[in-house]
């Protein structure tokens, strides 16, 4: 009767009907996540938590106001060059999707009261990766905070490399916010010690 009626035998009947009803069910499945939780409105902590990270797309590095490295969207171009001996101060300006100089921590300060900001973490380089026989890098927030005054306007993130040895290297850099980056470098910044 079952073969009469489905054309085939019973189990291929069966096996059609399951795989149907699977395939009814597949929207269904799966489409519950964290975020589609009814009882759970949390949106506005999502916002917030979003307005305290830096979205940079790149950087540009500048020794004594002039350009030397850019690295934007994968491409690259330049390098650092110190002597053996010498000591360079560095200049590092975040970049937009655009390509325009973003000032990292601004989006912070105006969104929060001076009790919540002085809670929160802030931004700082990530410099690592480096040869330490051939470059010595010095990282101060002290520093930093003395070179916008004495530079004025001039605002990022300062370092100091110094020349030990000659030869090259590279090194890595991330914009770190808190214990976690929110910027890292595509490629490693090359440093030639003459």
Do not use: W
Request: charged share 30%; aromatic share 8%.
């Amino acid at each position: 009767m079952f073969t009469y009626f489905f054309g085939r035998d019973f189990s291929v009947a069966i096996s059609r009907l399951m795989l149907l009803g699977f395939v009814a069910m597949l929207p269904f499945v799966g489409g519950c996540g964290e975020d589609d939780n009814p009882i759970v409105d949390d949106d506005h902590d999502h916002e917030e938590a979003a307005e305290m990270h830096a979205d940079a797309d790149g950087f540009v590095i500048e020794v004594d106001e002039v350009e030397v490295y850019r690295q934007f969207q994968g491409e690259h171009s330049g390098g650092l060059t110190v002597e053996v001996g010498g000591e360079i101060e560095v200049h590092v300006a975040f970049l937009d999707a655009s390509g325009a100089e973003i000032h990292v921590g601004e989006e912070e300060e105006d969104g929060h009261d001076e009790q919540d900001h002085d809670e929160e973490e802030t931004f700082a380089l990530g410099l690592t990766g480096y040869d330490s026989v051939i470059i010595d890098i010095h990282l101060s927030e002290d520093e930093a905070e003395h070179d916008e005054e004495e530079h004025g306007e001039e605002e990022g993130f300062h370092f100091e490399i110094v020349g030990l040895k000659t030869g090259k290297t590279e090194i890595k850099l991330q914009l770190l916010h808190g214990d976690h980056p929110d910027f890292t470098a595509a490629l490693p910044i090359p440093v030639t010690v003459q």
